[in-house]
């Protein structure tokens, strides 16, 4: 049972990756056809033609009848303006672009999971089980946990560079 359970794993890792690369490869392809969905953002960003910002307004300037507690107001309202965030970081921008670790990240717990539910069934054995597998087991834990954070920070990158 427990070698069914760890070669399915892995041959669902295989056949996950195959697959995602076959799909990643379809679509690349699919946007250098002629017909295909069109450019990237970045080059329709490019191709667009530039428009005027509409002018800001000027603030009010107070009137000479006012007193000057309320003309003090007024020029603290104009300099306490909040600041525009900043353009994200180059990394940012190259980690939101990453979207690989999560589906990884997931299939590699799967596979955690079901090697930890077969070394529980090992332990019921009458036979030993080898040392390897469970440090194979704990190492699996581990990648899953690492692929998962990089998940997480490739996530708080997509939300912080989007548009």
């Known amino acids: 049972m427990a070698y069914l359970l760890v070669m399915g794993g892995l041959a669902l890792s295989v056949f996950f990756s195959l697959g995602w690369v076959l799909v990643s490869v379809a679509r690349w392809a699919g946007r250098r056809l002629p017909g295909g969905r069109g450019a990237s953002p970045r080059q329709k960003a490019r191709r667009a033609p530039n428009r005027p910002k509409a002018a800001a307004k000027s603030a009010p300037k107070a009137s000479a009848k006012a007193t000057p507690k309320a003309a003090k107001e007024s020029s603290r309202a104009t300099k306490?303006?909040?600041k525009a965030p900043s353009e994200p970081w180059r990394l940012t921008r190259w980690l939101a672009r990453r979207r690989s670790s999560l589906p990884l990240g997931l299939l590699a717990l799967l596979l955690y999971g079901g090697s930890r539910l077969a070394e529980y069934g090992m332990a019921f054995r009458p036979h030993e089980a080898p040392g390897e597998f469970h440090r194979l087991v704990s190492s699996l834990g581990w990648a899953s946990a690492v692929l998962?954070?990089?998940?997480?920070v490739n996530l708080l990158a997509a939300w912080r560079c989007r548009e």
């Open 148 to 152: 998962l954070t990089v998940a997480a």
């Open 80 to 82: 306490a303006k909040p």
